[in-house]
T-cell receptor
Framework: ETGVTQTPRHLVMGMTNKKSLKCEQH?????MYWYKQSAKKPLELMFV???????ENNSVPSRFSPECPNSSHLFLHLHTLQPEDSALYLC??????????????FGPGTRLTVL | SQQGEEDPQALSIQEGENATMNCSYK?????LQWYRQNSGRGLVHLIL?????REKHSGRLRVTLDTSKKSSSLLITASRAADTASYFC???????????FGAGTRLFVKA
Protein backbone atom coordinates (compact mmCIF):
# COMPACT_ATOMS: atom_id res chain seq x y z
CA GLU A 1 0.00 0.00 0.00
CA THR A 2 1.71 3.15 -1.23
CA GLY A 3 -0.82 5.74 -0.11
CA VAL A 4 -2.00 6.33 -3.67
CA THR A 5 -5.28 4.78 -4.75
CA GLN A 6 -6.76 4.54 -8.21
CA THR A 7 -10.26 3.67 -9.37
CA PRO A 8 -11.42 1.81 -11.25
CA ARG A 9 -8.77 -0.91 -11.43
CA HIS A 10 -10.13 -2.20 -14.72
CA LEU A 11 -12.16 -0.40 -17.37
CA VAL A 12 -13.52 -1.52 -20.71
CA MET A 13 -15.04 1.14 -22.89
CA GLY A 14 -16.19 1.70 -26.43
CA MET A 15 -14.73 4.39 -28.63
CA THR A 16 -17.78 6.62 -28.19
CA ASN A 17 -17.95 6.37 -24.41
CA LYS A 18 -16.97 9.00 -21.86
CA LYS A 19 -15.33 7.81 -18.68
CA SER A 20 -13.07 9.15 -15.94
CA LEU A 21 -10.15 7.71 -14.02
CA LYS A 22 -9.69 8.80 -10.45
CA CYS A 23 -6.57 9.04 -8.34
CA GLU A 24 -6.27 9.99 -4.69
CA GLN A 25 -3.15 10.39 -2.60
CA HIS A 26 -3.08 10.31 1.19
CA UNK A 27 0.53 11.38 1.59
CA UNK A 28 0.23 15.16 1.71
CA UNK A 29 2.27 15.51 -1.48
CA UNK A 30 2.18 18.63 -3.64
CA UNK A 31 2.65 17.09 -7.10
CA MET A 32 0.66 14.47 -9.00
CA TYR A 33 1.29 12.71 -12.29
CA TRP A 34 -0.45 10.65 -14.95
CA TYR A 35 1.57 8.07 -16.86
CA LYS A 36 0.64 5.70 -19.66
CA GLN A 37 2.27 2.28 -19.82
CA SER A 38 1.79 0.32 -23.04
CA ALA A 39 3.17 -3.10 -23.74
CA LYS A 40 6.87 -3.08 -24.66
CA LYS A 41 7.14 0.71 -24.40
CA PRO A 42 8.72 2.88 -21.70
CA LEU A 43 6.50 4.58 -19.21
CA GLU A 44 5.19 7.78 -20.84
CA LEU A 45 4.59 10.89 -18.78
CA MET A 46 1.26 12.46 -19.75
CA PHE A 47 0.54 15.25 -17.27
CA VAL A 48 2.05 16.77 -14.17
CA UNK A 49 0.31 18.99 -11.63
CA UNK A 50 2.21 20.92 -9.00
CA UNK A 51 0.18 22.73 -6.35
CA UNK A 52 -2.91 22.03 -8.46
CA UNK A 53 -1.51 23.77 -11.53
CA UNK A 54 -0.61 21.89 -14.67
CA UNK A 55 3.12 22.22 -15.26
CA GLU A 56 3.74 19.54 -17.86
CA ASN A 57 1.66 18.38 -20.78
CA ASN A 58 3.56 16.00 -22.98
CA SER A 59 1.71 16.57 -26.26
CA VAL A 60 -1.11 14.33 -25.18
CA PRO A 61 -4.14 14.12 -27.53
CA SER A 62 -7.10 16.23 -26.47
CA ARG A 63 -9.24 13.12 -26.00
CA PHE A 64 -7.42 12.90 -22.63
CA SER A 65 -8.39 15.72 -20.28
CA PRO A 66 -6.87 15.98 -16.80
CA GLU A 67 -8.40 17.69 -13.81
CA CYS A 68 -6.82 18.45 -10.44
CA PRO A 69 -9.45 19.95 -8.10
CA ASN A 70 -7.13 19.87 -5.07
CA SER A 71 -3.72 18.56 -4.08
CA SER A 72 -5.09 15.14 -3.10
CA HIS A 73 -7.18 14.31 -6.14
CA LEU A 74 -6.43 13.88 -9.81
CA PHE A 75 -8.77 12.83 -12.59
CA LEU A 76 -8.25 11.79 -16.18
CA HIS A 77 -11.34 12.31 -18.31
CA LEU A 78 -11.55 10.11 -21.38
CA HIS A 79 -13.69 10.59 -24.49
CA THR A 80 -13.71 9.17 -28.02
CA LEU A 81 -10.66 7.04 -27.36
CA GLN A 82 -8.97 4.79 -29.89
CA PRO A 83 -8.03 1.11 -29.49
CA GLU A 84 -4.35 2.12 -29.33
CA ASP A 85 -5.14 4.00 -26.12
CA SER A 86 -5.56 0.65 -24.38
CA ALA A 87 -2.88 0.56 -21.69
CA LEU A 88 -2.16 0.66 -17.99
CA TYR A 89 -2.68 4.20 -16.69
CA LEU A 90 -0.65 4.97 -13.62
CA CYS A 91 -1.04 7.84 -11.19
CA UNK A 92 1.82 8.98 -8.97
CA UNK A 93 2.51 11.66 -6.41
CA UNK A 94 5.63 13.21 -4.95
CA UNK A 95 6.79 15.99 -2.70
CA UNK A 96 8.67 18.61 -4.62
CA UNK A 97 10.71 21.41 -3.09
CA UNK A 98 13.01 23.94 -4.60
CA UNK A 99 12.89 22.31 -8.02
CA UNK A 100 14.44 19.13 -6.68
CA UNK A 101 12.50 16.07 -7.78
CA UNK A 102 12.04 13.30 -5.27
CA UNK A 103 10.74 9.78 -5.30
CA UNK A 104 7.35 9.14 -6.75
CA UNK A 105 4.72 6.98 -5.13
CA PHE A 106 2.59 5.10 -7.62
CA GLY A 107 -0.95 3.82 -7.47
CA PRO A 108 -1.81 0.30 -8.67
CA GLY A 109 -2.99 1.57 -12.03
CA THR A 110 -6.13 1.32 -14.13
CA ARG A 111 -6.05 -1.29 -16.89
CA LEU A 112 -7.97 0.34 -19.75
CA THR A 113 -9.25 -1.55 -22.76
CA VAL A 114 -10.81 0.37 -25.64
CA LEU A 115 -12.97 -1.72 -27.95
CA SER B 1 15.06 9.15 -27.85
CA GLN B 2 14.40 8.10 -24.31
CA GLN B 3 16.66 9.27 -21.53
CA GLY B 4 17.19 6.07 -19.56
CA GLU B 5 17.96 2.79 -21.23
CA GLU B 6 18.36 -0.38 -19.22
CA ASP B 7 20.57 -3.28 -20.06
CA PRO B 8 19.94 -6.17 -20.28
CA GLN B 9 16.32 -6.21 -21.37
CA ALA B 10 15.79 -9.51 -19.59
CA LEU B 11 17.76 -11.49 -17.02
CA SER B 12 17.17 -14.97 -15.64
CA ILE B 13 19.15 -16.19 -12.61
CA GLN B 14 19.00 -18.78 -9.85
CA GLU B 15 17.91 -17.89 -6.35
CA GLY B 16 20.91 -16.84 -4.28
CA GLU B 17 22.82 -15.36 -7.22
CA ASN B 18 23.45 -11.66 -7.69
CA ALA B 19 21.64 -9.66 -10.35
CA THR B 20 23.15 -6.61 -12.01
CA MET B 21 21.22 -4.19 -14.19
CA ASN B 22 22.64 -1.17 -15.97
CA CYS B 23 21.15 2.12 -17.03
CA SER B 24 22.52 4.71 -19.41
CA TYR B 25 21.23 8.21 -19.96
CA LYS B 26 21.99 11.11 -22.24
CA UNK B 27 21.63 14.49 -20.50
CA UNK B 28 22.61 16.08 -17.19
CA UNK B 29 20.59 14.92 -14.23
CA UNK B 30 19.69 16.02 -10.73
CA UNK B 31 19.16 12.48 -9.54
CA LEU B 32 18.58 8.96 -10.78
CA GLN B 33 16.03 6.60 -9.30
CA TRP B 34 15.37 2.88 -9.52
CA TYR B 35 11.89 1.41 -9.35
CA ARG B 36 10.46 -2.10 -9.31
CA GLN B 37 7.20 -3.19 -10.90
CA ASN B 38 5.45 -6.48 -10.39
CA SER B 39 3.41 -7.62 -13.37
CA GLY B 40 0.56 -5.23 -14.16
CA ARG B 41 0.95 -3.27 -10.93
CA GLY B 42 2.21 0.14 -9.93
CA LEU B 43 5.87 0.97 -9.57
CA VAL B 44 7.59 0.89 -6.21
CA HIS B 45 10.47 3.24 -5.50
CA LEU B 46 13.65 1.42 -4.48
CA ILE B 47 16.43 3.95 -4.19
CA LEU B 48 17.41 7.47 -5.25
CA UNK B 49 20.97 8.55 -5.89
CA UNK B 50 21.86 12.21 -6.39
CA UNK B 51 24.24 13.49 -9.03
CA UNK B 52 26.92 14.23 -6.42
CA UNK B 53 26.81 10.69 -5.00
CA ARG B 54 28.70 7.72 -6.39
CA GLU B 55 27.28 4.80 -4.47
CA LYS B 56 24.32 4.04 -2.28
CA HIS B 57 23.12 0.98 -0.37
CA SER B 58 19.73 -0.10 0.85
CA GLY B 59 19.45 -3.61 2.28
CA ARG B 60 20.38 -6.04 -0.51
CA LEU B 61 20.47 -3.23 -3.07
CA ARG B 62 23.56 -1.38 -4.20
CA VAL B 63 23.39 1.44 -6.70
CA THR B 64 26.32 3.16 -8.36
CA LEU B 65 26.33 6.31 -10.46
CA ASP B 66 29.03 7.43 -12.87
CA THR B 67 28.10 10.86 -14.19
CA SER B 68 31.15 10.99 -16.47
CA LYS B 69 29.86 7.92 -18.30
CA LYS B 70 26.21 8.84 -17.75
CA SER B 71 25.48 5.42 -16.38
CA SER B 72 24.18 3.69 -13.28
CA SER B 73 23.98 0.13 -12.09
CA LEU B 74 21.67 -1.68 -9.70
CA LEU B 75 22.99 -4.75 -7.93
CA ILE B 76 20.65 -7.07 -6.07
CA THR B 77 22.60 -9.47 -3.89
CA ALA B 78 21.45 -12.94 -2.80
CA SER B 79 18.39 -12.76 -5.02
CA ARG B 80 15.09 -14.35 -4.03
CA ALA B 81 12.16 -15.59 -6.10
CA ALA B 82 10.21 -12.60 -4.75
CA ASP B 83 12.65 -10.29 -6.55
CA THR B 84 11.13 -11.41 -9.86
CA ALA B 85 9.83 -8.17 -11.41
CA SER B 86 10.68 -5.46 -13.91
CA TYR B 87 13.22 -2.86 -12.83
CA PHE B 88 13.27 0.66 -14.21
CA CYS B 89 15.71 3.51 -13.92
CA UNK B 90 14.36 7.04 -14.05
CA UNK B 91 16.24 10.28 -14.42
CA UNK B 92 15.22 13.68 -13.12
CA UNK B 93 16.68 16.95 -14.34
CA UNK B 94 16.97 20.14 -12.34
CA UNK B 95 14.22 22.72 -12.60
CA UNK B 96 11.54 20.58 -14.16
CA UNK B 97 8.98 17.99 -13.27
CA UNK B 98 9.87 15.46 -15.88
CA UNK B 99 11.14 12.12 -14.63
CA UNK B 100 12.00 10.01 -17.64
CA PHE B 101 11.78 6.25 -17.36
CA GLY B 102 13.66 3.65 -19.33
CA ALA B 103 12.12 0.55 -20.90
CA GLY B 104 13.13 -1.62 -17.97
CA THR B 105 14.90 -4.91 -17.26
CA ARG B 106 12.76 -7.97 -16.65
CA LEU B 107 14.33 -10.07 -13.91
CA PHE B 108 13.30 -13.66 -13.34
CA VAL B 109 14.67 -15.44 -10.27
CA LYS B 110 14.25 -19.19 -10.35
CA ALA B 111 13.67 -20.96 -7.05
Amino acid sequence: ETGVTQTPRHLVMGMTNKKSLKCEQHLGHNAMYWYKQSAKKPLELMFVYSLEERVENNSVPSRFSPECPNSSHLFLHLHTLQPEDSALYLCASSQESGGRLGEQFFGPGTRLTVL
Amino acid sequence: SQQGEEDPQALSIQEGENATMNCSYKTSINNLQWYRQNSGRGLVHLILIRSNEREKHSGRLRVTLDTSKKSSSLLITASRAADTASYFCATASTGGFKTIFGAGTRLFVKA
